[in-house]
């Protein structure tokens, strides 16, 4: 079974809207961290927001924030006034304590229109 | 400056050619993972290791070996590549350690990639 799902494969924003790219997780351990990376188009992954299941607030980093809805098992990616460099493809991961794997989603490619 | 390096970054080879893909970190990180990412399948885990001489398989081990004999290195082999193993390479490491509050497992920082063509 997926154990992480990325339900769009691709999206168009205008620039300067913001965009909200879903993930929904699945897991029964208690302890796990959600991970967020960019890949643009030349190939390298760049960790952009960590959110662990304990937290009690919503991960920011700069324009970006962690949508975390823990019993709804979703962990949306949110950025802010999006820019042309962001189009990218973006990748959603999970890592449960007990399981040394990260588990990637198969991603959402991201094309911000000027 | 914390990073993890790959080399070589590209390479084109023929099937049966033995290869190594080095890996080096300068983070002391414990953790090391090696990835291969093809087109609609995102990023599948080969093998990673917890410490020196700790190594274990990931989702797709078939064709490769890794060895972990120092703390900062992880080289990926391919002992005979064949074609469908044609994809893009990364290398990955994190640090293990405890934390001030519940454990979390670490934020893996990677490498930039090795581009593998198998003719």
């Known amino acids: 079974a997926q154990k992480i799902t990325q339900t769009q494969p691709g999206m168009f924003v205008q620039e300067k809207e913001a965009v909200t790219l879903d993930c929904t997780y699945d897991t029964s351990d208690p302890s796990y961290g959600l991970f967020w990376y960019k890949q643009p188009s030349s190939g390298e992954m760049i960790f952009l927001i960590y959110?662990?299941?304990?937290d009690q607030q919503n991960a920011t980093e700069g324009r970006y924030s962690l949508n975390f809805q823990k019993a709804r098992k979703s962990a949306n990616l949110v950025i802010s006034a999006s820019q042309l460099g962001d189009s990218a493809m973006y990748f959603c991961a999970m890592r449960e304590v007990t399981n040394y794997q990260l588990i990637w989603g198969a991603g959402t490619k991201l094309i911000i229109k000027p | 400056e914390a990073q993890v390096t790959q080399n070589p970054r590209y390479l084109i080879t023929v099937t049966g050619k033995k290869l190594t893909v080095t890996c080096s970190q300068n983070m002391n990180h414990e953790y090391m993972s090696w990835y291969r990412q093809d087109p609609g399948l995102g990023l599948r885990q080969i093998y990673y290791?917890?410490?020196?001489?700790?190594?274990d398989k990931g989702d797709v081990p078939e064709g490769y070996k890794v060895s972990r004999k120092e703390k900062r290195n992880f080289p990926l082999i391919l002992e005979s590549p064949s074609p469908n193993q044609t994809s893009l390479y990364f290398c990955?490491?994190?640090?293990?350690?405890?934390?001030?509050?519940?454990?979390?497992?670490?934020?893996?920082?990677f490498g930039p990639g090795t581009r593998l063509t198998v003719l």
């Open positions: 990955a490491s994190s640090f293990e350690g405890l934390r001030s509050r519940e454990k979390e497992p670490g934020e893996q920082f």
């Open positions: 290791s917890m410490n020196v001489e700790v190594t």
């Open positions: 959110q662990g299941s304990y």
